[in-house]
C-alpha cells in the first residue's frame, strides 16, 4: 500500500509539472529617472566667464580660481569645471592636455565622438567629446577664446558607470551641456 501510494504521488506531481510554457530569466531592471525640467538661470560670479545653467542645478565654487562644480542632485551628477587663464603661446599645451585626458578613457571606451563649436561672434571655439561605452566619464569639453580663457568640463556621475541605466541622465545632460556651451561668454576685462 505504502509503495503504490508513493508511484500514485509521484505521477501525480509529474502530470501536473508538465506545461507548455517556457520560462527564462527576466532582464535587470532599473529605478526610473525623473529629469529636471529645462528652466535656465544665468552664473553669476566674478570669473571671467558667464553661462546659463539649469536652475534646479546647484553652483558649487572652488576656492580655485574660478573652479567650479553644477551639481545635479536629482541625476547624482556632476560637472566638474576647470578654468585657466593662458596666452597664445601656453594654449596649445592646454588643447593637447584637454584632448589627451578624453582619450584616456579609449581602454574602458567603445567609441569617442568629437563634435566642434565654434561662435566668432562670442569668441568661444572648441570641442565636445562624447565618451560611449562604460567609461568613468561620459562627457567632456573645453572651450577657449584661442587667446587667454581655456574653460574645460568633465561629467561624472555618483554611481557605477553602466551605459544602459544613465541613458536617460546622459542624454539629458548632453543637452544640458551643448547649452551651456552655446550660452557660454567671456567677460570683458
Known sequence: MKISTVVLSLLLVSIGSCNEETYSPKPRGYFRIGLPAKEYQTLTNNCPYQFEFNSTAQWEAHSKDCWGDIFYPSLKGKLQLTYKSTSADKLETLLNEGRSLAYKHTVKADGISERVFS???????????KVLGEAATSQQFFMTDSNQHFLRGVLYFHAEPNEDSLQPANNFLEEEIVHLIETLEWKED
Open 119 to 129: 561662435n566668432s561672434k562670442t569668441g568661444v571655439h572648441g570641442i565636445f567629446y
